[in-house]
């Protein structure tokens, strides 16, 4: 069975970083490349970014770039979302999810998300 | 502002059919496949049609997608309570990204 399982969320003071993480199991880690996904309470899904299974390549959405930074660790089989800067648009559900081979469209799991709240 | 425009509501009556369109541009649906996820609230979302039509194992065949030039749509048919949830579109974009849909709420009168 596939699990993605998010850690770091919680309360972040206004202008300041989080660091997410997401530790995968159930399947060969290097084989998917991985997404962070958010929804803000009351919004849909936003795709924030995705990295390739050898970690080389990231891609991300206009609204984070040069706030975030997506990478991976194949050795704790474990995705990372660090992001700087934050304001209170930033308060979200933060998913982590993995999509098979090259098909970086394709989302085939996701986890159960972790919450971030932003504080001023 | 979503990319890819899909009706905020849509609603049926058990048994009924619904179809939740969704609408992008050249460099998105107009250019590569459209997946649907299926999000209850509070839960993991699940990746519903891959690839315009396509159901992954274990989704019933109630459940079917279909895409032309700029335009998806995702239908249901037998419409069971159950079904009551977020669905989203989403396509990769050729700017090197993904795009979802805004979602819409489906509601099982």
């Known amino acids: 069975e596939v699990r993605l399982v998010e850690s770091g969320g919680g309360v972040v003071n206004l202008g300041g970083s989080l660091r997410l993480t997401c530790a995968a199991s159930g399947l060969m880690f290097d084989d998917y490349a991985m997404h962070w996904v958010r929804q803000v309470p009351g919004k849909g899904l936003e795709w924030l970014s995705l990295?390739?299974?050898?970690?080389?390549?990231?891609y991300s959405a206009d609204s984070v770039r040069g706030r975030i930074t997506t990478s991976r660790d194949s050795s704790r089989n474990s995705l990372f979302l660090q992001m700087n800067s934050l304001t209170s648009d930033d308060a979200a559900i933060y998913y982590c999810a993995a999509s098979r081979g090259w098909n970086y469209d394709v989302i085939d799991f996701w986890g159960q998300g972790t919450r971030v709240t932003v504080s001023s | 502002q979503s990319v890819l425009t899909q009706p905020p509501s849509v609603s049926g009556t058990p048994g009924q059919r619904v179809v939740i369109s969704c609408s992008g541009s050249?460099?998105?649906?107009?250019?590569?496949?459209v997946n649907w996820y299926q999000h209850f609230p509070g839960n993991a979302p699940k990746l519903l049609i891959y690839t315009n039509d396509q159901r992954p194992s274990g989704v019933p065949d109630r459940f079917s997608g279909s895409k032309s030039g700029t335009s998806a749509s995702l239908a249901i048919s037998g419409l069971q309570s159950e079904d009551e949830a977020d669905y989203y579109c989403?396509?990769?974009?050729?700017?090197?990204?993904?795009?979802f849909g805004g979602g819409t709420r489906l509601s099982v009168l």
């Open positions: 989403a396509a990769w974009d050729d700017s090197l990204k993904v795009i």
């Open positions: 050249r460099s998105n649906v107009g250019t590569n496949p």
């Open positions: 990295i390739n299974g050898h970690g080389i390549n990231t």
